[in-house]
């Protein structure tokens, strides 16, 4: 497991409640109840019992519990014992498998959902193979006798009731799943089918909206398939309807979504428990595409659903198409041969590669400190800062915004967003003229004014307080008065967590000094993958190569029950209670 060593009150107050209720609490029932539940604060599925840890790296408040067997079979056995402990199918609030994955009840529950909504719809179909290769053909064509990977993708997608295309920048997944859905709009002849768009925030679903409406353009779509092709696109979230009351969603499976054909765009960000929560919602015979990047950073929130399901080893229970070819970059393209090495692992050859100077593509400036950093980074967004907030209309203001942004890893510190959304605005305010626009973005939802964190904005300042714009999805602008806001923070530096779902023209990241918690090999390969034409790096070489190495391991067992079809030599699963949503990605 990753993350800080320090069991939190709640995990410890959770352990001692654990074993205050168990009639017969053996040896280790404390350090499981703790670490579980530590595991699922860090954005792990579960804890392996295989994966004792350094007991004394967990400084505690009280005198620590005494510590389990070392031997994780003795664990295992001991944990049996326990009345809190049961088996898969177990109603009891820990629960473990077979391979000694030690699971909150809650956890379990929400993976056995995924497992169960993915497998039931994983078989073949024999509805559309009459015809099928013709009308591949029209939409696919075969050029030169190449293996075309989006057409592998949309037999799949046409033959199963559930499919993942999965692929890096650029790869043409919405053109892929664009071309999909017209096949399945002509195969189903009349009525149309009901087909939905969803995305785990709202600046992803304007995204897919636009790639949607931009892919409907291809020759092969008839007019009467374009009218059909949905243009709207929902956050996940809001598709599903939160309850105000009670906290749940309004569709569950006692109120199942009518859509026909679900597609999910950037699904790396979706975690387990929304994961469990879409697949309880759908009808049994509904369609599911998911399109996401497996590299990119996994959701906020526990698990690495995505990931998980494109394990190599599933290839052949669940469809999966990686789609390799990048219509984007081309061979000499440094941020695709800085992408690629950073998912390979080789922080050495990547950092070799960043300070080359053999691509224009890629910048590498090493990192100054102190003083000399606030002035050299204040020298260098001066001009793009202005350009945001001197700009003559929102929409210019905006495409401004678009065209450059500073990511950094951290939040706080001298290199965090916070201190550098400080030195933009002080490089705004020390010129000498009034800027008109700031930059914003959403860091809470507001279902009514149908804004979402992570989605950025405009505010052109007034007298009155304000006039806010964001885009909308008919590519055209909206407006409203600035104190309607949800909380919003300044955007001119974001998170890259808060990046994802987002794509700039120049991206400028900034690397902390000293490798930290959340620095690792999928957060750089988002940061690059973020930049369309150019992205320059300042860091140290030391901290670059770390973060390259360091790959971020969320324990699961989705993968091995997905793998092994879902039969774990578990009992049967009991199910109760409906999946509940915690907070929307951001």
């Not at 190599?312 to 081309?330: D, E, H, M, N, W």
């Not at 490089?427 to 009034?434: I, L, R």
């Not at 699963?573 to 949503?581: D, I, N, S």
Request: net charge negative.
């Amino acid at each position: 497991m990753t993350g800080t060593t320090r069991l939190s009150n709640l995990d410890t107050h959770f352990a001692d409640f654990i074993v205050r209720i168990d009639r017969n609490p053996g040896s280790g029932l404390w350090w499981g109840a703790a670490l579980a539940s530590y595991a699922a604060r860090h954005g792990h599925s579960c804890f392996n019992l295989c994966d004792a840890p350094d007991y004394s790296a967990f400084p505690l408040l009280h005198a620590p519990q005494k510590q389990p067997p070392s031997d994780t079979i003795l664990w295992q056995e001991s944990l049996k014992q326990c009345d809190t402990v049961g088996s898969p199918g177990e109603y009891t609030p820990l629960v473990l498998d077979q391979a000694g994955r030690l699971y909150l009840h809650r956890c379990w529950g929400y993976e056995q959902q995924v497992t169960t909504g993915i497998l039931s719809r994983s078989h073949h179909l024999m509805a559309h193979e009459a015809g099928l290769e013709e009308a591949l053909d029209r939409y696919f064509p075969v050029q030169n006798g190449d293996v075309d990977l989006q057409r592998s993708a949309a037999r799949m997608a046409l033959t199963r009731r559930f499919s993942i295309i999965s692929g890096g920048p650029g790869t043409g997944k919405t053109a892929t799943v664009a071309r999909i859905l017209a096949l399945l709009l002509e195969m189903a002849g009349d009525p149309p089918p009901e087909i939905v768009l969803a995305a785990p925030t709202g600046k992803a679903a304007l995204r897919l909206h636009q790639s949607i409406m931009h892919a409907a353009d291809h020759p092969a779509l008839s007019d009467e398939i374009r009218e059909n092709m949905p243009t709207a696109v929902s956050t996940i979230h809001r598709m599903l309807g939160v309850h105000a009351r009670n906290g749940g969603f309004r569709h569950n499976r006692d109120k199942r979504l009518t859509c026909d054909i679900l597609v999910v765009d950037e699904a790396s960000m979706v975690d387990l428990q929304l994961m469990a929560a879409l697949m309880e919602a759908l009808r049994d015979d509904a369609r599911v595409i998911l399109l996401g990047d497996r590299n990119q950073l996994a959701s906020v929130e526990a698990g690495a659903v995505l990931a998980d399901i494109c394990d190599g080893t599933l290839q052949a229970a669940v469809p999966v198409t990686q789609l390799t070819k990048s219509y984007r970059f081309g061979e000499q393209s440094g941020i695709a041969a800085l992408s690629l090495l950073i998912n390979s692992g080789k922080g050495a050859a990547a950092a070799a590669l960043a300070q080359s100077g053999e691509f224009p593509d890629v910048v590498w400036r090493r990192l100054p400190t102190g003083k000399a950093f606030d002035e050299a980074f204040t020298a260098a967004v001066r001009n793009d800062c202005l350009c945001c907030t001197k700009a003559e209309s929102p929409a210019e203001a905006l495409a401004k915004l678009n065209s450059f942004r500073v990511l950094s890893p951290l939040r706080s510190g001298p290199y965090g967003i916070e201190n550098l959304n400080r030195l933009c605005l002080s490089a705004v305010k020390s010129d000498a003229t009034t800027a008109r626009m700031m930059p914003v973005m959403i860091s809470g939802n507001n279902y009514e004014l149908g804004l979402f964190n992570g989605d950025t904005g405009v505010v052109v300042e007034s007298g009155g307080g304000g006039t806010a714009w964001f885009e909308n999805q008919e590519g055209g602008l909206r407006h409203l008065s600035a104190i309607r806001l949800p909380p919003v923070e300044t955007a001119f530096a974001v998170t890259v967590h808060k990046s994802q779902g987002s794509e700039f023209d120049r991206v400028l990241l900034i690397l902390p000094d000293r490798l930290s918690d959340v620095l690792c090999r999928e957060l750089l390969y988002t940061a690059v993958t973020r930049a369309r034409r150019s992205i320059e790096i300042w860091g140290s070489e030391e901290v670059f190569c770390q973060a390259v190495e360091k790959r971020t391991i969320r324990t699961s067992g989705l993968a091995d029950r997905l793998a092994a079809g879902g039969h774990t030599n578990d009992p049967e699963t009991v199910l109760t209670g409906a999946v509940r949503p915690e907070k929307e990605p951001s």
